[in-house]
């Protein structure tokens, strides 16, 4: 199956699915709390059994990963499968806040060929297949050109930032955060961001349509320590998450490269 005809089933599944979010919400949802703490929506189940059935109806012999499925280690078999967060910013969402997404990424070898992050609210449309660039609403997107840190927009806790335990203080800097993992990566991609980071893990399906999306448009993507992501592993983890403008991501490493998060 060629990239562009992946892209087009995932972008239709992803709209389809933003569309029946804001339907949901709308009507007014259930909640609950997962272990852990973190809230989940009748919405959210929603969304991953539409999408659930849309794709693999289309593409039976991949794989499927979700943050709302129960995983099935076959995937790890298959040679294709799709990686998917029916509702990114699930707080966000429930908040009334427009910065929640539905992300899709189809992953091959431990890395995504295709994927969109839709932000249904926005009707914001951020796509990329590899080597084909990355875009917002059909038109080519970049990351910044910002080359300092005094002053840069990044997404991320401002409490981390101004803890006192760090060896060498940060600079001014205006620090914003938005719930969904993906929307920050794709603002970084886009250049509304100059970088996003996050030292705790993250999981496959937060990262892996955005990871592809930011690269394709030039952003540099990775764990804290500079290494890049690998997919579809029995744990569906990463350690934690830079995202940042080219001459940014140098600069930001030198100051946590040291730290060692959990694992």
Not at 218 to 232: I, K, P, S
């Amino acid at each position: 199956m060629s990239l562009q005809a992946d892209l087009e089933l995932i972008r239709g599944a992803a709209v389809e699915a933003g569309k029946l979010a804001l339907q949901a919400r709308a009507d007014g949802l259930k909640i609950w709390s997962k272990p852990g703490g973190s809230p989940v929506t009748d919405a959210d189940i929603a969304v991953d059994i539409l999408l659930k059935l849309r794709l693999l109806a289309a593409r039976p012999n991949y794989g499927w990963l979700s943050e709302e499925t129960v995983d099935d280690p076959v995937r790890l078999s298959l040679p294709r499968l799709f990686v998917v967060d029916p509702i990114d910013g699930t707080a966000a969402y429930l908040k009334g806040k427009p910065w929640f997404t539905v992300c899709i990424a189809v992953v091959q070898a431990g890395q995504p060929t295709c994927a969109v992050v839709y932000a249904p609210e926005l009707d914001e449309m951020y796509e990329a297949t590899v080597g084909g660039g990355a875009f917002l609403n059909g038109q080519p997107i970049r990351p910044s050109n910002a080359t300092e840190l005094e002053a840069a927009n990044i997404l991320g806790d401002a409490r981390m930032f101004a803890d006192p335990r760090w060896p060498q203080p940060w600079p001014p800097m205006r620090i914003e955060a938005r719930n969904s993992i993906a929307y920050r990566v794709v603002q970084v991609a886009c250049g509304a961001f100059d970088a996003a980071l996050a030292l705790t893990p993250k999981c496959d399906w937060d990262l892996a349509a955005a990871d592809l999306i930011a690269r394709e448009a030039g952003a540099c993507v990775g764990d804290h320590r500079g290494l890049g992501f690998t997919y579809n592993r029995p744990a569906p983890m990463q350690r934690s998450l830079l995202c940042a403008a080219p001459s940014l991501q140098q600069l930001i490493l030198q100051r946590v490269s040291h730290i060692d998060p959990p694992a």
